[in-house]
């Protein structure tokens, strides 16, 4: 016989696909956590309780004063230097600087 040949149905059952989960959407960008916040205001909580701690313990108040403002005065730094470490200030100047005959490793 010559010609199309009838098409008859498969018999056997088409294989399981599990169905592809949808594509996940993006994550929302989160700001990054403000560890130097953190630290600052930590210190902050320990100029405040290191003097009360001080008192407590019978020390005089002008040697509880002077270490709350000695320690004021370090937390002061350190919060100036880590907000200019976060925000990544470039380098003034930049770079080695040799003169033309130095060799340069």
């Known amino acids: 016989m010559s010609g199309p040949r009838p098409t008859t149905p498969d018999p056997r059952p088409a294989p399981h696909r599990a169905p592809r989960p949808a ?3 993006a994550p929302d960008p989160r700001p990054a956590p403000d560890t130097a916040g953190d630290v600052v205001r930590w210190a902050v909580f320990s100029c405040v309780l290191v003097p ?11 040697g ?3 270490t709350a403002l000695g320690l004021a005065a370090v937390t002061a730094a350190c919060r100036f230097l880590l907000r200019r470490s976060e925000r990544g200030t470039a380098p003034r100047g ?3 600087h040799t003169r033309s005959s130095t060799p340069v490793d």
Do not use: D, E, I, K
């Open 52 to 62: 009360v701690v001080l008192l407590w313990y019978g020390t005089a108040p002008a």
């Open 64 to 66: 509880a004063a002077g």
């Open 23 to 25: 594509p996940r959407p």
């Open 94 to 96: 930049g770079g080695r």
